[in-house]
């Protein structure tokens, strides 16, 4: 087995902040940009982008529950929201942040299933279905292909 595979519960509970601070940064992202995006060509985004941040909010609480299981305080700091005055700007930096929660994610299963934390691994497993529907929707919003994520 890998080595990155084998942490301490100590390192879980590290990992899966930095994947909390990360759902707090969406949250404030889709807020904030599904407000301040202008545009009729971005109507429709806006709106999509509020149910988004409600579905992150979901996934933060999910997160801060499994810090709370590993004996961990959730963190209270999100990572930094980038802005810009252009929407094209804004769904491309939420794109990457999908495409990196993914990726975080993909490894955090594979660490829960090495620690033998199999319900944590079936939590994250459904939050990844919610984020690629996301960065489907990223996607289609800037007339993009979606980006493969890397295995």
Do not use: C, W
Request: aromatic share 6%; charged share 30%.
């Amino acid at each position: 087995m890998d080595n990155i595979l084998k942490i301490s519960r100590e390192r879980m509970i590290e990992l899966l902040n930095e994947d909390l601070a990360r759902e707090y940064q969406a949250i404030i992202g889709y807020t904030v940009y599904s407000q301040t995006m202008r545009g009729a060509a971005f109507t429709d985004i806006a709106g999509e982008l509020e149910l988004h941040a409600a579905e992150e909010l979901g996934h933060a609480i999910l997160i801060a529950k499994q810090v709370d299981y590993f004996n961990g305080t959730p963190t209270t700091v999100p990572e930094k929201v980038k802005m810009s005055g252009k929407a094209e700007d804004m769904l491309r930096y939420d794109l990457e942040n999908e495409k990196q929660t993914i990726i975080s994610y993909r490894q955090r299963i594979l660490q829960a299933e090495a620690m033998g934390e199999y319900a944590l691994s079936e939590v994250l497993r459904k939050i990844i279905v919610q984020e690629q529907e996301h960065l489907l929707d990223l996607a289609d919003a800037l007339g993009i292909q979606a980006p493969r994520i890397g295995d």
